[in-house]
């Protein structure tokens, strides 16, 4: 079985100021990794995922994820955040091809 | 174009009452997750449907937790006797298939058992 470790349950920014949000896993298989976001009183929405092939990953609203599988870390980053990027983030682990483990979120205030 | 729904949004019990919560998949989504997320903690896997056959429930809590999805749409999760610790946002997530494909989720129904 695996476990999500998100190792900073919150996270202050500035505006335009990067943020780095950590997840770390533990599997005996290969996996595959999530990052989802939550606004308040929203649904889970998809930020990126990794599947296979580069282990660099884009996705939306700026967003960037690294897969590193000898740490077994997928963090994700954002150059330069908004106001709006104030929410909730979750990386999440599937060892099969539907059931998600999440780790705890990470909760990112931007300030101006 | 529509999201997955979830009714009710907010929903109160008291201790022992039975409640029933409801998903709306996005159109022609053929798998259907609920997942159970408690206060501070992220999402929990309850079961899983493909089309109306329910693949796994190996995340339901306990016997008083019953999923259906009769029609291969429409999902209701029945929590019977419900107790303190059910307290938790539930959510509900469709996909196109099953795969690796993007899960689509809703915006979850807030269980509050007194």
């Known amino acids: 079985a695996q476990s999500v470790t998100q190792l900073d349950s919150q996270v202050p920014v500035f505006e335009e100021a990067p943020v780095e949000l950590r997840c770390n896993y533990s599997?005996?298989?290969?996996?595959?990794l999530f990052w989802y976001v939550q606004y308040p009183n929203q649904g889970l929405q998809l930020l990126l995922k990794?599947?296979?092939?580069?282990?660099l990953v884009k996705g939306i609203n700026g967003f960037e994820a690294e897969f590193n599988k000898s740490q077994t870390s997928f963090h994700l980053g954002k150059p330069s955040v908004h106001i709006s990027d104030t929410a909730e983030y979750f990386c999440a682990v599937s060892e099969g091809d539907y059931k998600l483990s999440f780790g705890a979120g990470t909760t990112v205030t931007v300030r101006a | 174009g529509a999201g997955v729904s979830q009714s009710p949004r907010y929903k109160v019990a008291k201790r022992g009452q039975d409640v029933a919560l409801r998903c709306d998949p996005i159109?022609?989504?053929?798998?259907l997750f609920w997942y159970q997320q408690a206060l501070g903690q992220g999402p929990e896997f309850l079961t899983y449907f493909q089309n109306e056959a329910q693949l796994d429930k190996s995340g339901l809590p306990s016997d008083r937790f019953f999923a259906e999805r009769p029609e291969g749409s429409v999902s209701t999760l029945k929590i019977q006797r419900t107790q303190q610790e059910d307290s938790a946002v539930y959510l509900c997530?469709?996909?196109?298939?099953?795969?690796?494909?993007?899960?689509?989720f809703g915006p979850g129904t807030r269980l509050t058992v007194l």
């Open positions: 997530a469709s996909s196109l298939v099953r795969g690796y494909n993007e899960q689509f």
């Open positions: 599997s005996s298989v290969s996996v595959y």
């Open positions: 990794y599947l296979s092939g580069s282990t």
């Open positions: 159109s022609g989504h053929v798998s």
